[in-house]
């Protein structure tokens, strides 16, 4: 649907949720938790813009109304009213251990765990990356360091079923020294690939990744423990889902992903070493 069709859907029924309340303005925009302007802004329809999801969920669950009726989505309002409590937003504080990612990791042992990192798997960082990494993004090398290894131990237990999948360009990148790893040295990068197929062949097949093209598919990173709940990344920040079907939805989206693997978990400890083999100098493509 085109971005100006969807803002219009949006803004009709909006005004149709404004008319049935039979509050004024003001009221309406205390109600959603935003404030009038922002209200008329909204309904104005001067901007293709489509509010905050926060907005967007607020509105959905002060008048009982689904998002997909209220994006133009759906012909069903379909009563909503739990959306508040199935959904979350979790700060990431330092010192791993004492997370509710720790937690939630805890919880799920013995279930099937599936994760999309946002880049290399943390579990699998030498400490040279962990530093560098730590340095650029202005975050604590002790946390970073201490949730590698609460990961590696816990990944070691025999109860453990993880399986991991993320683009194979993300490894290529990374080996030419691009990105955000421009200035990671060379020979810390085919360290860190070593190290990385080895600990691949060590903790098979209690964990396993699988490799996709990125140009065939697009992921956001994410974090699925069992039945329990799935575990948005964004940032320093988690959006926590607990209602079944969300999780059954990025459940299958991430069988689609193994599916589409075009290197298999039992293959990508050699290609992580044949990458570690190539000589790519920093910022060679």
Known sequence: MDKRDLSTIFRERLKLLLTR????????ATAVGIDRSALSQLLSGASTRLPRAETLLNIAAEFKVSLDWLLGLSHDEGVTGEIRESLEIEEAPDGFDRTLLAKWHAEAAGTKIRYVPAGIPDLLRTEA????????????????????QYRIDYTRRPETDMEVCMPRHTLEIFARGLGVWDRFPEVERRKQLLHMAALLDDLYPTF??????GRMRYSIPYTIFGPYRAAIYVGDMYIVL??????????SHFDNLIRAADINAHETASFTQKLAGMSFPSGSV
């Not at 309340?21 to 309406?28: C, G, I, M, V, Y």
């Open 208 to 213: 396993r990744l699988f490799l996709y093209d």
């Open 21 to 28: 309340s039979d509050l004024n303005q003001s009221a309406f």
């Open 242 to 251: 607990s209602a079944t079907q969300p999780i059954r939805t990025l459940t």
């Open 129 to 148: 990356l962990v530093d560098y990494e730590a340095g650029i993004a202005n975050k604590s090398r002790e946390a970073q360091a201490g949730e590698t």
